[in-house]
């Protein structure tokens, strides 16, 4: 059964220490690991596609890579406006994503 | 339109009544996808639509919860005598096809009460 995992639940940074968030994940042939990044009351923003192990994408203060059984969200200087729930999702069967329960950052000045 | 489009934003409704909620999908997108999030928790597949036909409606959490697509546009997820675990918020999403980027509405926050 495909199935995603994310790690931490909750981290907590002060504004400019770099981290990175976990998505671990199982899935009988990968056809896509997706990010999200959600805001409270807001709906899922998209953030990356990741199709094959060793692919990495950038954007501002975030790259995404994949291994053939996690991906990472490195945020390198984190800002206070960086606080958000990141979700990490599986393209499963019918296109349908399969989420994780989400991690919850929050960057404090 | 320039993005998913949903409606309505807020709805509170009474135990035992019926909602419809509304999903406009950006335009050209085959795919449509209903998703549920309740409070504090993850996001859970309800529905998916290619085109009119949902190939995969193992998601409805029973048979109160239908929904339709009509013209390969519009999507309305209909619940049926509302209960008060159903109150969460209904996010529709939509793209282009399999394999492609799937966009997010802000969602319909349903409240029962």
């Known amino acids: 059964e495909d199935q995603v995992t994310q790690s931490p639940e909750a981290l907590r940074l002060q504004e400019g220490e770099s981290s990175s968030l976990n998505c671990s994940y199982t899935v009988s042939g990968l056809r896509g690991l997706f990010w999200y990044r959600q805001d409270p009351g807001k709906g899922p923003e998209f953030l990356f596609t990741?199709?094959?192990a060793g692919e990495e994408k950038e954007k501002e203060r975030l790259k995404a890579t994949l291994t053939k059984k996690e991906s990472f969200l490195h945020i390198t200087a984190p800002k206070p406006e960086d606080s958000a729930t990141y979700l990490c999702a599986l393209l499963g069967g019918y296109n349908k994503l399969i989420f994780g329960a989400g991690t919850r950052l929050a960057v404090h000045p | 339109g320039a993005g998913v489009s949903q409606s309505p934003s807020n709805k509170v409704t009474e135990k035992g009544k019926d909602v419809e909620l509304r999903c406009d999908p950006i335009s050209g997108h085959t795919a449509l996808y209903w998703y549920r999030q309740s409070l504090g928790q993850g996001l859970e597949f309800l529905i998916y639509?290619?085109?009119?036909?949902?190939?995969?409606k193992s998601g409805l959490p029973s048979d109160r919860f239908s929904a339709e697509r009509t013209g390969g546009s519009v999507s309305t997820l209909t619940i049926q005598r509302t209960q008060q675990e159903d109150s969460a918020v209904y996010l529709c999403a939509s793209s282009l096809g399999q394999g492609n980027t799937i966009y997010f509405g802000e969602g319909s926050w349903l409240t029962v009460v």
């Open positions: 990741l199709y094959s």
């Open positions: 639509f290619q085109g009119n036909s949902a190939p995969d």
